[in-house]
């Protein structure tokens, strides 16, 4: 096996080390890291679209970094068209899960100079970003799920409380009319 195809296969493997994370923070922390073993990139930033569609910052590496205001642009377009892009030294990868986009991925080359991305790194990185995006939205519809418990047990406690509450000023009535009978 040639020494691209090892690269195919163990960003492959990867993927369901993304699957088998069930903490969100964590999975994005992983595959920051992870990406760094196939492209040699040296700033990370990871963006997830909110509720509004405006892009949030979920992680960055290394920490600390500011994201600069034609970066954030340029993740916004490439999060609207929904396709990958190469831009002076950086690689953005839409997150995409069912036909979805839910975010962004930036990389930056190590090597300012070195402005394109071998067609390899762009394969492996789109192969990534999109086992990342399927492993992410798992978590998001699990984390969802798990509201919507929360909110059914507190509606049914409500529900519970409000039946109680009915059943004594049904006795308060019919004690008040026994009284006045």
């Given at each position: ?153 507190v509606g049914q406690a409500m529900g519970m409380v409000v039946h109680e509450i009915k059943n004594i000023m049904q006795l308060a009535r019919f004690s008040d009319e026994m009284i006045r009978m």
């Open positions: 096996m040639s020494d691209s195809g090892k690269q195919y296969q163990a960003a492959h493997e990867l993927g369901r080390v993304y699957d088998s994370i069930t903490d969100r923070k964590e999975l994005m922390d992983f595959f920051l890291t992870s990406v760094v073993q196939f492209i040699p990139v040296h700033r990370r930033f990871l963006f997830i679209a909110a509720q509004n569609k405006t892009l949030l910052l979920e992680a960055a590496a290394p920490d600390g970094v500011e994201v600069p205001a034609e970066l954030a642009k340029a993740a916004k377009k490439a999060f609207e068209s929904g396709k990958p892009f190469v831009d002076a030294g950086g690689m953005f990868l839409p997150l995409i899960a069912r036909n979805n986009a839910m975010g962004v991925a930036y990389f930056e080359k190590k090597n300012p100079k070195a402005y394109d991305f071998s067609p390899l790194e762009l394969e492996i990185g789109f192969d990534l970003a999109s086992q990342f995006s399927g492993a992410l939205k798992s978590i998001l519809l699990f984390e969802e799920n798990l509201k919507m418990e929360r909110l059914a047990a």
